[in-house]
């Protein structure tokens, strides 16, 4: 019950929020039924893992027409339905539109014009955030197979996100002060290497 008093409560918010109105006038056009459920079903698996500190998550997948699919603002990914859901272009837009979306939407757009990525999430899971926070890696030799992701892995301050940095390979991007950002072929792809690593930092901290 209050999860639906919490969508009609936004669903009236978003009625009166020109910007966001705007941007779902061509959702259809834009992006499947299969997109709108895989995406759901991966902002929920987010939520329930606990990769989310409140509503500060955000992820988005690429559809057609040069644009990708993101989260609102303020919004926990549980709440999220297909109406709440916005469109981003991947160029410039307009700087009301800009601040309409979450805070990173930009770091989004430079990954998606970058790369051929189709989803990019931006997390913040508690043991990877511990570790995070005194401005560290994963440790190897923790999970057998696991060295081969932790390689890909790289420290990056928040004020040096840009597209000149981006590789086209898939990376991930410890982020201080925002999580971890990743991107790849699918949000379920992101999700299976966020738990990887989430383990791996756990263990490490009982090991301590």
Not at 32 to 55: E, H, K, N, P, T
Not at 116 to 130: D, G, I
Not at 197 to 207: D, F, G, H, K, T
């Amino acid at each position: 019950m209050l999860k639906q008093f919490q969508r009609a409560t936004w669903k009236i918010v978003d009625l009166v929020n020109s910007p966001r109105k705007t941007q779902k006038i061509t959702r259809n056009a834009v992006a499947s039924r299969v997109i709108f459920d895989q995406y759901l079903v991966a902002a929920g698996i987010v939520d329930a893992r606990g990769f989310c500190a409140g509503s500060l998550a955000e992820m988005s997948m690429r559809v057609s027409g040069g644009k990708f699919l993101i989260n609102p603002p303020g919004i926990p990914l549980s709440l999220l339905d297909e109406e709440t859901l916005l469109f981003s272009g991947m160029e410039k837009i307009p700087q009301e539109e800009e601040q309409a979306l979450v805070r990173h939407a930009a770091w989004h757009r430079h990954i998606y014009r970058s790369t051929t990525a189709a989803a990019v999430l931006l997390c913040q899971p508690r043991s990877l955030m511990a570790v995070l926070n005194r401005q560290q890696v994963p440790r190897r030799g923790i999970l057998k197979d696991a060295d081969a992701l932790i390689e890909r892995v790289k420290l990056i301050p928040e004020d040096g996100v840009s597209e000149e940095r981006i590789n086209k390979a898939d990376e991930i991007w410890l982020i201080p002060f925002s999580g971890v950002l990743l991107w790849g072929k699918s949000p379920g792809q992101l999700i299976e290497r966020v738990e990887v690593l989430e383990s791996v930092c756990a263990i490490a901290a009982l090991q301590d």
